[in-house]
Structure formats: structure tokens, C-alpha cells
């Protein structure tokens, strides 16, 4: 599996951003996916997660309520949409598949990773 992420960019605190993530090979739909995120100096954390049929979703306690995580199926992608973002939303923020379909939040129980979107907002 090969993944493609894009979407972020500079934004100022209170709006909103769109990632996706599209991927290649037949077991991405079968997987689950999750995005992460990484600040400077700080650990990998898990931010959202779905699961292969899209309708089991999972949040870390500090997006609840402001970002949403959906599959697209047909095109082998995932979004998640980020609104009322903060300023410590600022990461670089990967997707990644798991092969089975229970999401996790532990980084290194991901299988693929694609390379990383930087998010920027500024107060």
C-alpha cells in the first residue's frame, strides 16, 4: 500500500482544513486508517481513526467535537476535515493503514505510512 497525503497548509486559529489521503493496493480497503500527528520535539500521537467499513470512528480526547475522519471507498481515500483548529493543532500529520480491521492507537501497530502534511495555525 502507497499513500499520498495532502491538504494541509497555513490557517489562521478558528479555521479549517481538509486532509486527504489516497492510497493504492487492494488491502487498503479492507484496513483500517488513522492519521497521526507530530510537533517538534514531541511524540507521534494518534488524532482520528476508522475502521474498514467506515463506521466505527475513534478520536483523541483533543479533536473531539472539532475534527471529522471519513473513507471514500470508491477512491481509496480518507479525509479528515479539521475545524476551529488551534494553534496547537500545528504538527506534520500522516496517515496510516493497519492490515485488520480494528483501529489502535499506537503508531508503530500501523503497517503503511505515507509522508507527512504540515499544518500550520497561527493565533
Known amino acids: 500500500v502507497q499513500l499520498q497525503a495532502c491538504g494541509g497548509g497555513l490557517v489562521q486559529a478558528g479555521g479549517s482544513l481538509r486532509l486527504s489521503c489516497e492510497a493504492s493496493g487492494r488491502t487498503f480497503s479492507s484496513s483500517a486508517v488513522a492519521w497521526f500527528r507530530q510537533a517538534p520535539g514531541k511524540e507521534r500521537e494518534f488524532v482520528a481513526g476508522i475502521n474498514r467499513s467506515g463506521i466505527s470512528l475513534y478520536y483523541a480526547d483533543s479533536v473531539k467535537g472539532r475534527f471529522t475522519i471519513t473513507r471514500d471507498a470508491g477512491k481509496n481515500t480518507v479525509y479528515l476535515q479539521m475545524n476551529s483548529l488551534k494553534p496547537e493543532d500545528t504538527a506534520v500529520y500522516y496517515c496510516?493503514?493497519?492490515?485488520?480491521?480494528?483501529?489502535?492507537?499506537?503508531?508503530?501497530?500501523?503497517?503503511?505510512w505515507g509522508h507527512g502534511t504540515q499544518v500550520t495555525v497561527s493565533s
Open positions: 496510516a493503514v493497519r492490515q485488520g480491521t480494528v483501529v489502535v492507537s499506537t503508531a508503530r501497530l500501523y503497517d503503511f
